[in-house]
């Protein structure tokens, strides 16, 4: 059982920054995939971000593409999400999800992950 913890969530003006950090249970947290969602009221769940086991590849939407970044340190056992230049459309509460299955077909699919955690809210005023 892999338990993820998000935090880093806030209140911030457009065009500010926030850093979204996400810890996860375990020893293993190298061998999962990992993804970034995000849910505004009303609206389905959306992909933000992803990134391979390793670090070395990394997916955007096209939505944060130049704004936003994620990152991981293993060692930690964290994955971030590096948010700049926000604006309000961007207004969601923010998941952070696993895939411990060992391969990610599409990584902006939620299916593809088996664990997630409980979310943060992030909202940009402007």
């Known amino acids: 059982q892999v338990q993820l913890v998000e935090s880093g969530g806030g209140l911030v003006q457009a065009g500010g920054s926030l850093r979204l950090s996400c810890t996860a249970s375990?020893?293993?947290?190298?061998?999962?995939?990992m993804g970034w969602f995000r849910q505004a009221p009303g609206k389905e769940r959306q992909f933000v971000a992803g990134?391979?086991?390793?670090?070395?590849?990394?997916y955007y939407a096209d939505s944060v593409k130049g704004r936003f970044t994620i990152s991981r340190d293993n060692a930690k056992n964290t994955v971030y999400l590096q948010m700049n230049s926000l604006k309000p459309e961007d207004t969601a509460v923010y998941y952070c999800?696993?895939?411990?299955?060992?391969?990610?077909?599409?990584?902006?699919?939620?299916?593809?992950?088996?664990?997630w955690g409980q979310g943060t809210q992030v909202t940009v005023s402007s």
């Open positions: 999800a696993a895939n411990s299955m060992g391969y990610v077909s599409k990584y902006d699919t939620p299916t593809e992950y088996d664990y």
């Open positions: 375990g020893r293993t947290f190298s061998t999962y995939s």
């Open positions: 990134i391979s086991r390793s670090g070395t590849r990394t």
